[in-house]
């Protein structure tokens, strides 16, 4: 038996109609470099969606790997409820020098739906202990994504992965979020003043006082199709929940670590969540971790004598692992010493213009959006009406198989063709990208 069907006969694969596999059967990686997987044959793929947005900066980066291995040998894993060690405690060190002001406390699981569930637990008990019992709901955007877990399922909103569990899951707020690209008002995301902000408005008018966090992706909505909103919104939304003792959970895991040119969404809108979420870019993509940073008023809402009950019991197994810890410290570490950000910024401004000249004029190219180094193209029928194209036909899909044959891993989000590459893209892997961008598009579309 090859690789392949023996990987078919014992594997089953995420977020995936497993009969696709007969047509494209898995891609079996050998090793990996830079921006580059390459397969057992020793083809080479661009993985210009950092591997599901986690890898940061590059694979089989020289100095995490060093930092890891330096680790291994000294300490593997411990338990972290009354044990600590120096990675976390550096780790946390540096982090707490970052992170919006205000966030003073960390704390770990291990997968960015854990921190979300961790988050919404917090702000529960929170307000629990500090005489608000009647708030316990949620509110979330449309369209939002913040996990596959029961609670962060619950207050994701994209149907794809929620609506058959639909009876499982809580009893959210949904608030009808921003959507630039077919703004209900006729403005534009460069210069509105996020009139749909008013949808928002009513539900915190109607639901405030029942309410006890708002859960928010900043600015960008990633697993909706890369859809951006301005800052305007976040900081209204910011002031509401201020408004209302509400609070925002921001759910950095897809936008922080330098994805959409600063070091957290947030910057961008100058505010402070009250809980912010972190994972994917955390460890370079090389482990999973999460950390949600808090505040000292809501870590001292739990800080009392043992038998007045008031602590936080959650734990994850292997939350706090010291391998990540490593491998994130050292994330921080080339970051700074790299000026990894500043790079990432000048690189955005020529992959954007790239991108534009290329597909700007193209009858399909409905929407070409982008954020630091995130880009994303929205593929329409009719770029007059923005009409899409019917999901059956699955024409993100082909042109995903048809870039695989030249060497780029794209993924699309239903017709929303986009690239969210580690932040050490080069310019000449931006023009051969780019290229098979177009050239996969119009071989499929015409
Ligand atoms: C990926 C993601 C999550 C969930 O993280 P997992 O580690 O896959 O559980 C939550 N929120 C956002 C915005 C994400 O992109």
């Not at 239903?414 to 996969?440: R, W």
Request: aromatic share 10%; glycine share 6%.
């Amino acid at each position: 038996m090859d690789l392949v069907q023996k990987d078919l006969k014992y594997i089953w694969h995420p977020c995936s109609q497993m009969k696709d596999y007969e047509e494209l059967p898995p891609i079996i990686i050998n090793h990996a470099k830079g921006l580059y997987l390459y397969d057992t044959e020793g083809k080479r793929y661009a993985d210009v969606v950092s591997s599901w947005w986690c890898n940061l900066l590059g694979h089989c980066n020289e100095r995490i790997n060093n930092a890891v291995k330096h680790q291994i040998d000294r300490l593997e894993h411990v338990i972290f409820a009354n044990f600590s060690h120096m990675p976390a405690i550096e780790l946390c060190e540096k982090l707490s020098q970052i992170v919006p002001k205000g966030l003073t406390k960390l704390f770990f699981t291990d997968n960015g739906s854990s921190a979300i569930e961790a988050a919404m637990k917090m702000s529960f008990q929170y307000h629990y202990q500090t005489g608000n019992p009647q708030k316990k709901k949620f509110m979330a955007l449309s369209d939002a994504y913040h996990g596959e877990t029961l609670g962060s399922l619950s207050v994701s909103g994209v149907d794809l992965y929620s609506e058959i569990y639909k009876p499982m899951l809580l009893d959210i707020i949904r608030v009808e979020g921003p959507d630039c690209y077919r703004c209900k008002y006729g403005k534009y995301r460069e210069n509105c003043n996020a009139e749909c902000f008013e949808k928002a408005q009513k539900a915190f008018d109607e639901h405030g006082a029942e309410t006890c966090a708002f859960v928010v992706e900043p600015l960008v909505q990633a697993a909706a199709g890369m859809k951006i909103y301005p800052p305007i919104y976040l900081k209204k939304l910011r002031a509401c929940c201020d408004a209302h003792n509400i609070h925002l959970i921001a759910d950095e895991i897809a936008v922080g670590y330098g994805r959409t040119g600063k070091m957290f969404a947030c910057e961008h809108a100058e505010i402070s969540p009250d809980i912010m979420c972190m994972s994917k870019g955390l460890t370079g993509g090389y482990m999973p971790m999460a950390l949600a940073a808090v505040t000292d008023e809501i870590y001292n809402a739990f800080y009392a004598d043992y038998n007045e009950s008031r602590a936080f019991m959650h734990s994850h197994t292997y939350c706090g692992n010291p391998l990540a810890c490593s491998a994130a410290l050292e994330v921080l570490k080339i970051m700074e010493d790299s000026h990894i950000l500043q790079k990432a910024k000048s690189n955005a401004v020529y992959f954007n213009k790239l991108i534009r000249e290329k597909l700007e004029d193209y009858e399909f190219a409905g929407d070409i959006r982008s954020i630091g180094l995130i880009n994303a193209i929205e593929l329409v029928k009719d770029k007059k009406t923005k009409e899409p194209f019917d999901s059956k036909q699955r024409l993100g899909y082909q042109i995903y198989k048809e870039a695989l044959k030249s060497g780029v891993l794209l993924r699309p989000l239903g017709d929303v063709l986009y690239f969210n590459p580690p932040l050490i893209i080069e310019q000449e892997d931006m023009d051969f990208v780019v290229d098979v961008l177009n050239k996969s598009t119009r071989q499929i579309l015409g």
